[in-house]
């Protein structure tokens, strides 16, 4: 069964400052996925960024960046210079096998501070 | 490629009716997944299509609810006799060519009374 730890409920940063979610998972797939997805209020999930577990190079998609550290089962997202847009609730998932389904953490709530 | 569609955004029912949400997924996503998310916790998958097939079902999905994805095309979730603890949003994803990676509709909340 797969797994997916959030531990931090809620995480605050001011703009144009820089930031970082963790996340923690249990795996028992040896090919896997880790995202990170993001759900502004009341409106739909948006994928972040993507990792393929079995590339050692950190995912990056423009502000955003993961440190991906596999034997630890760690997968932390960093956002650089925080935007005001970027407040939401962060989710980190896991997939893999045939099905590819998405077990999700319980999710991070960022707050962007002006 | 318009993303994932879903209706209806909204449901208010009493406890004991029947609902039924829509999802079109991606054109050409062969794959389409239903989700739960309720207040305060991150989605738990539900079931899987691959196309018209249905292939997995959570052990959260109990006889009162079914899903089809008639043609490979749009799904179809349906919950009979309908309680309180159904109230949640339910969310609909969709993956094509690379399955790995799945897109999100906009979600149907339910609130049963």
């Known amino acids: 069964a797969q797994t997916v730890t959030q531990s931090q409920p809620e995480m605050s940063v001011q703009e144009a400052e820089t930031v970082t979610l963790s996340c923690t998972y249990d795996?028992?797939?040896?090919?896997?996925?880790l995202f990170w997805y993001k759900q502004p209020p009341s409106r739909q999930m948006i994928l972040v960024i993507r990792q393929e577990a079995y590339k050692q190079q950190n995912a990056t998609e423009n502000r955003f960046s993961v440190n991906f550290q596999k034997a630890a089962k760690s997968f932390s997202l960093k956002i650089s210079d925080s935007q005001l847009g970027d407040a939401a609730m962060y989710f980190c998932a896991h997939s893999g096998g045939s099905n590819y389904k998405l077990t999700f953490g319980k999710g991070t709530l960022l707050t962007v501070n002006p | 490629d318009t993303g994932v569609s879903q209706n209806p955004r909204h449901k208010i029912t009493k406890r004991g009716q029947n609902v039924t949400f829509r999802c079109d997924p991606i054109s050409e996503h062969n794959r389409l997944y239903w989700y739960r998310q309720t207040l305060g916790q991150g989605p738990e998958f539900l079931t899987y299509?691959?196309?018209?097939?249905?292939?997995?079902k959570s052990r959260l999905l109990s006889d009162r609810f079914s899903a089809e994805r008639p043609k490979g095309s749009f799904s179809t979730l349906e919950i009979q006799r309908t309680e309180q603890g159904d109230s949640a949003m339910y969310l609909c994803a969709s993956s094509g060519v690379r399955a790995d990676t799945q897109y999100f509709g906009p979600g149907t909340r339910l609130t049963v009374l």
């Open positions: 299509f691959q196309n018209e097939a249905q292939l997995e």
């Open positions: 795996t028992s797939e040896s090919d896997y996925y």
